[in-house]
C-alpha cells in the first residue's frame, strides 16, 4: 500500500536547523507532487512548501530563503531544510503526496493530497 511517513523533529533553539524526510512507497513516482505542511497548536494547517513534478520547488514567504525542500528518487525519500528557525516555526509537520501538479503558472494551487503522513513534531524553544 501507499506509505508517507516523517520522522527527524525533536526540540531546537532559536536560530537552529533542521532537517525533516518523508520515506515514501516506492508506488508514489516521479509523477506525484509532495508538499510539507505544518500546523500549530490552536492553528489552522498551513502549507510550508512543495516538490513539483517537474522537479520545481515552492515555499511560502515565511519559510522562503531558510528552507530547503529536496527529493531523492533512489530513496523515495522527501526532506525539508530548515534553517533560522523562530519560535513561530513550532509545529506538527506533515508530508503530503498527491498524483499531478500541484502548481501551475508558479502558484501553489489548492488541490486535495491523496496521502498523508502522521506528522513529526518541530519544537523550537527560546
Known amino acids: 500500500g501507499v506509505r508517507v511517513a516523517e520522522s527527524g523533529g525533536g526540540s531546537v533553539q532559536t536560530g537552529g536547523s533542521l532537517t525533516l524526510t518523508c520515506a515514501t512507497s516506492e508506488s508514489i513516482t516521479s509523477d506525484y507532487c509532495m508538499a510539507w505542511y505544518r500546523q500549530a497548536p490552536g492553528q489552522e494547517r498551513e502549507g510550508v512548501g512543495l516538490?513539483?513534478?517537474?522537479?520545481?520547488?515552492f515555499y511560502v514567504d515565511t519559510v522562503k530563503g531558510r528552507s530547503t525542500i529536496s527529493k531523492d528518487s533512489a530513496k523515495n525519500t522527501l526532506y525539508l531544510q530548515m534553517n533560522s528557525l523562530n519560535l513561530e516555526d513550532t509545529a506538527m509537520y506533515y508530508c503530503?503526496?498527491?498524483?499531478?501538479?500541484?502548481?501551475?503558472?508558479?502558484?501553489?494551487?489548492?488541490?486535495?493530497?491523496?496521502?498523508w503522513g502522521q506528522g513529526t513534531q518541530v519544537t523550537v524553544t527560546s
Open positions: 516538490f513539483d513534478v517537474d522537479g520545481s520547488t
Open positions: 503530503a503526496a498527491r498524483r499531478g501538479r500541484c502548481t501551475e503558472y508558479g502558484i501553489w494551487v489548492e488541490y486535495d493530497f491523496d496521502y
